[in-house]
Each structure stands twice: as C-alpha cells, then as structure tokens.
C-alpha cells in the first residue's frame, strides 16, 4: 500500500511568487491534515479536511495560503504571494474515519522564498 | 487547549548507553500520546503511541514510554543505542475524539560510538 506522497520535495521560489504543493493521502483515508515546521520550531497545524470539507483552519497563518481537497482525494495547498517567513517544511498526514489517532505523513515538502 | 514540552533540544548518548528521552504534556481531559520519529531526508514515522490502554507501550526499535498521570509525563527510553537511532524525535498529544496532533519542539538524538 502507497504511503502519503509528497510533491515537490523542495521548491525554491522568490519572494512575491506562487507555489503549490500537493498531497496525496493514503488511500481510502477521509482525513487529511496539513502542518508546517519553520526552522527551529515546532511542527503546527495548519489545517484538516475530512474528505472534501474544511474541519478546522484554524492554524492557516493568513489568508495567502489556500487549501483545496477536491473530490475528498488529492489535496493542494497553495500559497501566494509567498513571504521569506512561508519558508520551513509543509508536512501532509492522512488517517482512516475511525482510527486510533495515529496520522501517517509524508516527507514533506521543503519550501525556500528567498 | 493542550500542549507538549520537550526537554532538550539535543541529547548526546554513546553506542549502548541508556536512552532518555523527556516529554510532558498538558491536557484538560484525557490524551491519546505519540512518539514520533523523523530520520534524516524522511518523513515522520510513529515510534509508539499510548490510547488509554496499558501505561507502559513499547514501540518499534526497542523504544518504550509511561504514560504517568500524576507526572504528566510520557518518557521515551531505549536500554541500549544504537547508532541508526541518530534522528529527531518528536513527542506529540492529542485529544480523544480529536485527531489533531499538537506537537513538541523535538529532540535531536546524537549516538557517538
């Protein structure tokens, strides 16, 4: 069985560009959770959707990042314009409807705004 | 609202000394607790975890925890590292009914031989 997959694993942008990151969870997970580490932090929550709905943003730094998870499957974040401060690496986790509370991730994605 | 403290931002052990590694949490109710680990250029990979069952878990790669209320802790030790045992270990909370992970700065295991 496929883990959570991650693209791009490292994407270096200028400041004032775009980016996109996507997700592909484990199939058959209804969850599906995003969470960023800035350098020397912790890892925080940004965001969860069960299948295709928003369950809680509360962690989304501002309204340049938006998330999508369309058709309850693949997810996107993007983030625009990206800020010297977006840059850390954006991990994706999945997990089935009924678990333990165990998330899987994946191995991220490192982002750079210079 | 609940949060992880992580004592120790690096630990330095030699090849087959004692592991321990320190977590303590904060919770308003009862929490589900996870040892991660994160190896370098990989993702996260869940060690153990304690979901109200027995106190002491044990995980993958000889590692173990106690989950002790009165302490509100959930130490992770291995008898005897190893050096593929070099990685960062990040302790994690969450709440039951909720599978939102607060984590832990993390810990950077250092195994010297």
């Known amino acids: 069985e496929a883990g959570v997959t991650q693209f791009p694993s490292h994407s270096v942008i200028e400041k004032g560009q775009t980016v996109t990151l996507r997700c592909d969870p484990i199939?058959?997970?209804?969850?599906l959770y995003w969470y960023r580490r800035v350098m020397g932090k912790e890892i925080k929550f940004l965001l969860h959707f069960v299948k295709e709905s928003k369950q809680d943003e509360s962690g989304m730094p501002n309204n340049r990042f938006l998330a999508e998870r369309t058709g309850g499957t693949y997810s996107t974040l993007k983030v625009q314009p990206a800020e010297l401060e977006d840059s850390g690496v954006y991990f994706c986790?999945?997990?089935?409807?009924?678990?333990?509370?165990?998330?899987?991730f994946g191995e991220g994605s490192r982002l750079t705004v210079l | 609202a609940q949060s992880v403290t992580q004592l120790g931002s690096h630990v330095s052990v030699s090849e087959g000394a004692l592991v321990l590694l320190r977590c303590n949490y904060s919770?308003?109710?009862?929490?589900?607790l996870f040892w991660y680990v994160q190896y370098p250029n990989q993702g996260l990979q869940l060690l153990l975890k304690?979901?109200?069952?027995?106190?002491l878990v044990k995980g993958i790669n000889g590692f173990e925890a106690e989950f002790k209320k009165s302490e509100t802790s959930f130490h992770l030790t291995k008898p005897s590292a190893h050096m593929s045992d070099a990685a960062e270990y990040f302790c994690?909370?969450?709440?039951?009914?909720?599978?939102?992970?607060?984590f832990g700065k993390g810990t950077m295991l250092l195994v010297s031989p």
């Open positions: 304690y979901t109200s069952a027995a106190t």
């Open positions: 994690a909370v969450s709440v039951r009914g909720y599978s939102t992970l607060t």
């Open positions: 919770s308003s109710v009862p929490p589900y």
């Open positions: 199939s058959g997970h209804d969850n």
């Open positions: 986790a999945s997990s089935p409807r009924d678990g333990t509370g165990e998330l899987f």
